[in-house]
């Protein structure tokens, strides 16, 4: 739109409407004839779900108008069906049922279970408004979930004159179309190896083994001596708590330490220099400490008594001892192997089975062992990822030493729902003629292991400091089954409480929503 007086100026020259969401845009001629007015529509469904910027351009090219324009075409979120809550003893098991989330693809969501009058769940954000809105604004939008809850027209009207009175966008067109910075620094994804070969040892061409590691599968590296004199080994993601494991091949085709000098990249957490001050206290501020003012008294020290020694005696045998030592700072639960175990179980499977409350199936002689839900756990055996699965069949009982099984921990498991088994073998019972085959390594610098969340303990449930700011559960990593189910179990609550959902799924579908229940 333009008025008489500026007709003048425009009239027949090429104007370029762009609309764009930073990542696709679409260019649209504009010349002003007569009209003051050209009107443009554009069909929502052919442009980008969220905010799209709107710029005019000039004939010389150049931004002269922009707005900001939200397109809620495209945003899919999924509400659930249903939800029941079933109590045995002490606690209390929930199910939601998402029927619209596709169970074959990836999907995540958590769940915040708090007390119903609770006052510390109320941002101005939810997951919605942080994709779809807070990037592609410079201002802080207050009470950003309201324009994405329970979605009416009003609201569509609202958040539209909320990002025309906005004003601007989160991009700055001098920097756009200034020159591309040089860049200083490569970009790091996880941990960059230099594995570097021994001059005084090495053959023309040898060949290295990875072991696996996190969630990276095994990998050679063939190296012809000749040309390089190391390797590199790229996205490396170690938990502080892993080694690395490496093995050469030699000319037999088997497996021997990899007496490898190993660089790690980054190293180290660099320190960041700042110019800011330290700010200094007020000249007047003292601090005075003494004990002028206490109430101590050692008058009666000749009045105490001294008390017997208490010893207390408890039954537990050396296997549960052991069990109860070994499962010091593990997340999984351990399970050591007695002699009564190497009796009853013919084979490994069935200790994992009736012991560790895994299932297992056989198909074409192979066994394979996995959880109620249909997970296939991932295997370390000794600290080192074994993706042959037939270990299952083969290793005799005599050899375990313990196991530790975790079925929540998918951190290492490539969207695995299955958990890990952890199996360590009994040094003492090993065969004399058994050869080390690798080497291991620790990186000076790794990723923090994935924490366990525990709940808080609060001296009364039922106050209003609890309703108001108490945390009853939270429940990360939650999955659908086969059915569209997710399954919660928490311990019973002593006032009534809301879930807090929030979750994404592979097709881009999105889940937050509130759902209160009173359990009597």
Not at 218 to 241: G, H, M, R, W
Not at 302 to 327: F, I, M
Request: hydrophobic letters at 35%; zero cysteines; aromatic letters at 12%.
């Amino acid at each position: 739109m333009t008025n008489k007086e500026s007709l003048d100026l425009v009239k027949g020259k090429p104007y370029q409407m762009t609309i764009h969401n930073g990542d696709n845009i679409d260019v649209t001629e504009i010349v002003f004839n007569e009209d003051l007015t050209i009107m443009k529509a554009f069909e929502l469904d052919n442009i980008a779900a969220g905010v799209n910027v709107l710029t005019l351009f000039n004939e010389n090219n150049e931004p002269i108008i922009e707005r900001l324009f939200f397109n809620y075409n495209g945003i899919d979120i999924i509400a659930s069906n249903e939800l029941s809550a079933v109590k045995a003893n002490d606690s209390i098991t929930m199910k939601l049922n998402f029927k619209q989330v596709n169970p074959l693809l990836i999907n995540n969501m958590s769940v915040s279970v708090l007390p119903q009058e609770t006052s510390s769940y109320y941002r101005h954000h939810n997951i919605l408004s942080y994709t779809y809105l807070q990037p592609y604004v410079n201002g802080v939008v207050e009470n950003a979930k309201y324009y994405f809850s329970d979605i009416t027209e009003e609201k569509k009207v609202a958040l539209d004159n909320l990002l025309i009175t906005q004003g601007w966008s989160s991009y700055d067109w001098n920097t756009i179309f200034a020159p591309n910075p040089g860049l200083t620094h490569t970009f790091e994804q996880g941990i960059t190896l230099r594995a570097n070969i021994n001059a005084q040892s090495r053959d023309k061409e040898e060949t290295y083994l990875v072991h696996a590691v996190s969630n990276q599968d095994p990998q050679f590296y063939e190296v012809d001596n000749d040309i390089s004199k190391a390797f590199t080994v790229e996205n490396v993601f170690l938990n502080e708590d892993d080694k690395l494991y490496l093995s050469k091949v030699n000319k037999n085709n088997e497996l021997e330490p990899a007496k490898l000098y190993l660089q790690s990249f980054p190293s180290k957490i660099p320190s960041f220099q700042t110019n800011a001050g330290i700010i200094k206290p007020k000249w007047d501020y003292e601090t005075y400490a003494g004990l002028t003012n206490t109430n101590i008294s050692f008058l009666n020290l000749n009045e105490t008594q001294q008390l017997d020694e208490v010893l207390v005696k408890t039954k537990a045998g050396r296997k549960e001892l052991r069990t109860r030592e070994l499962s010091q700072g593990r997340s999984g639960r351990v399970h050591v192997v007695d002699e009564d175990d190497v009796i009853q179980f013919q084979t490994f499977a069935d200790f994992l089975v009736f012991r560790a409350g895994l299932t297992k199936r056989t198909v074409n002689g192979t066994t394979t062992v996995t959880t109620f839900s249909g997970g296939v756990p991932v295997i370390f055996l000794d600290d080192v990822r074994i993706l042959d699965r037939s270990i299952i069949d083969n290793l005799t009982l005599v050899y375990v030493d313990f196991v530790e099984v975790d079925r929540r921990d998918i951190s290492r498991t490539s969207n695995s729902s299955g958990g890990i088994v952890k199996i360590y073998t009994d040094f003492k019972n090993r065969p004399s003629n058994n050869i080390k085959t690798t080497q291991d390594y620790e990186l000076p610098l790794a990723f923090s292991t994935k924490k366990k969340f525990y709940v808080p303990n609060y001296k009364y449930y039922n106050d209003d400091f609890f309703k108001g700011y108490g945390t009853i559960d939270w429940k990360p990593e939650l999955t659908t089954d086969a059915n569209g189910n997710v399954t919660l179990k928490i311990a019973q609550p002593e006032v009534p409480i809301t879930l807090f959902i929030e979750g994404i799924a592979n097709d881009g579908s999105f889940i937050f929503e509130e759902k209160s229940i009173s359990i009597n």
